[in-house]
């Protein structure tokens, strides 16, 4: 599985990315997102999960690539929680490559497959209140503000904001919220 977008590869995990994958959550910049306070070896659990996912389920987080020089961004995917059952998409960058539209631009790289080639009829986006700038990529993606989303794990939370989409909200966004 691969998408291409006008300047990036979105793609499953390889072996290789394990060290960009490590460096990314251990950037102090990160500092406040839920992963970034992964232990190395959490890390390291999380890494060879998305691998497994891939492998079992052709689905999960994997790396943004650059197409004109290869380098790895971040990461960005589609997980498919079971219980309930829904659909989250996500992204993390490194600082250097923030601010640039490359969040916006893998995501809607993942809604484009999500709700065509998959046929999902929805997707949510979940971030901590303390977090504008994913905030500003789900406003310029059109998302809108789930006030009664509960988290699959059953807790509030104060910090968290949901976000969703539906397939015919996207379907109807002019040029697929490309402002």
């Excluded at 499953?12 to 950037?27: I, S, V």
């Excluded at 992964?38 to 492998?55: G, N």
């Excluded at 104060?158 to 996207?170: C, G, I, P």
Aim: include cysteine.
């Amino acid at each position: 599985m691969r998408i291409e977008t006008a300047r990036l590869i979105l793609r499953p995990f390889l072996a290789r990315d394990e060290d960009h994958f490590m460096a990314l959550f251990a950037d102090p910049a990160l500092a406040g997102d839920p992963l970034a306070a992964l232990s190395r070896e959490d890390c390291r659990a999380l890494f060879e999960f998305y691998l497994a996912c891939w492998q079992e389920e052709d689905l999960a987080y994997g790396a943004i690539e650059r197409r004109g020089d290869g380098a790895f961004l971040g990461i960005s995917g589609l997980a498919i929680l079971r219980e309930p059952p829904l659909c989250e998409i996500g992204w993390a960058l490194f600082p250097r490559y923030q601010r640039q539209g490359y969040a916006a631009e893998a995501a809607r790289g993942w809604l484009d497959y999500g709700f065509g080639t998959l046929g999902l009829d929805r997707v949510v986006a979940l971030t901590r209140k303390g977090n504008p700038r994913s905030v500003r990529v789900m406003e310029r993606l059109a998302f809108e503000i789930d006030p009664a989303f509960v988290h699959p794990d059953g807790k509030p939370s104060a910090d968290r904001l949901a976000f969703a989409m539906t397939a015919a909200r996207w379907r109807a966004l002019p040029a697929r919220a490309a402002s």
